[in-house]
Nanobody, 124 residues
């Protein structure tokens, strides 16, 4: 089992920034690819970004490209999502996930573990 705990969400004005963190515990963190997904009210959950176990490859949704950056620190068992130039449409519950298989360039791969989520609200 892998336990994932997200933090760093909050309320921010449009154009602002937030840095989400996801702390992992349980099985060896560096064995897993890591991803971020989000779900807005009334909408389906969608892929945001992913990073391979060693951090050499990343993937982003089109909506995140150029604004969001995913990174990881295997020594601290933590994955990050730096979000810049936030827009009201980025408002959602953001989930951290772990996967033994790569998510793919569009994040269609299956996640093995999910966190509880952290809320991001962007005001206009």
């Amino acid at each position: 089992q892998v336990q994932l705990v997200e933090s760093g969400g909050g309320l921010v004005q449009a154009g602002g920034s937030l840095r989400l963190s996801c702390a992992a515990s349980g099985r060896t963190f560096c064995n897993y690819h890591m991803g971020w997904f989000r779900q807005a009210p009334g909408k389906e959950r969608e892929f945001v970004a992913a990073i391979t176990w060693i951090g050499m490859t990343t993937a982003y949704a089109d909506s995140a490209k150029g604004r969001f950056t995913i990174s990881r620190d295997n020594a601290k068992n933590t994955v990050f999502l730096q979000m810049n130039n936030l827009k009201p449409e980025d408002t959602a519950l953001y989930y951290c996930t772990a996967a033994t298989r790569w998510y793919g360039s569009r994040g269609s791969g299956e996640s093995d573990y999910w966190g509880q989520g952290t809320q991001v609200t962007v005001s206009s």
